[in-house]
């Protein structure tokens, strides 16, 4: 265990090139959060504490690389409150549906792409944003004891096999911990359902996004499956990643997060029987990665 001072903080910062701002009055201050005990498993150097990490225009790619190296695994499980995260904005009308807080940098390039789709007749709407670990714990939790029901059943009564129970809810939601929505680069778009992007005004959305989307920076993570994907979620042509940010975060994820880190929520115990890291957080389309 580390104890890290303010000196010996802001000497990373130095290192880094992380960009501080101050917090406002509910949030804990900067000497606060970097005077708190760190602990790290990872390396000799404690991982600097997720609210001191910014990008910005003046950041290299080493510098990112060197910053993402040290991102704590808390961040990438979700266990945080974006609401009070400097990196994350609330998402402004008319691009959200509900309140919904996004990392800035995917939020200002999301604002220029929902532009150019107006310019095109298109309607851009993001339906779903960052969702912390407790959000998806209530999800999940909630399908796997069955006061949801998923493709009709209640896999509490139908599917005692943990192994079988997760494998049927991941055909569509993430388990805590593993979801690129606590990121806070991903986003869904206008309608959450298959068909609706199989034809009409969905059909146009979709083709849209598909030529235009990389321009701004987001890619469709959930492709078809089939050979070059041949594991891990059903497509969803509504879910896009701001690959900028996200890229880092998936390579970081890899690096740091193992299936036995998987926990806290009902049915976790599954998460190594069916190798959820590879097959569902990595399991993407490989123009993404």
Sequence with gaps: ?????????????????????????????????????????????????????????????EKR????????????????????DERFSKIPAPYAQKEMFMRIEALESFKKMHAAAKEAGISLLIISATRPFDVQKSI???KWTGMRKVDGKMLSKEVKDP??????????????????????????????????????????EYEWLVANAAQFGFCQVY?????????????????????????????AYAQKISDQDIGGFLGSESAPMIEVVKKYVLGINPDCL
């Design 140 to 142: 999940w939790e909630a």
């Design 223 to 251: 492709s078809e499956m089939g050979e070059n994907r041949p594991y891990g979620y059903q497509e969803e042509k509504w879910h896009w990643s701001y690959l900028p940010i996200s890229k880092d975060l998936t390579n």
């Design 1 to 61: 265990m580390k104890i890290i001072n303010l000196t010996a903080i802001f000497s990373l910062v130095g290192i880094f090139g992380i960009a501080c701002t101050s917090t406002d009055s509910t949030d804990e201050t900067i000497t606060e959060k970097t005077t708190r005990t760190i602990e790290s498993k990872d390396s000799l150097i404690p991982e600097i504490p997720d609210s001191l990490i910014q990008f910005d225009a003046s950041v290299s790619a």
């Design 65 to 84: 690389k060197e910053i993402m190296a040290k991102i704590s695994k808390k961040y990438l499980m979700g266990k945080f409150d974006p609401a009070k």
């Design 163 to 204: 192994k079988g129970r997760a494998v049927k809810i991941l055909r569509w939601s993430s388990m805590p911990s593993t979801s690129r929505h606590h990121w806070g680069t991903d986003v869904d778009i206008n309608n959450l359902e298959p068909d609706y992007f199989s034809r009409g005004q969905g059909l146009k």
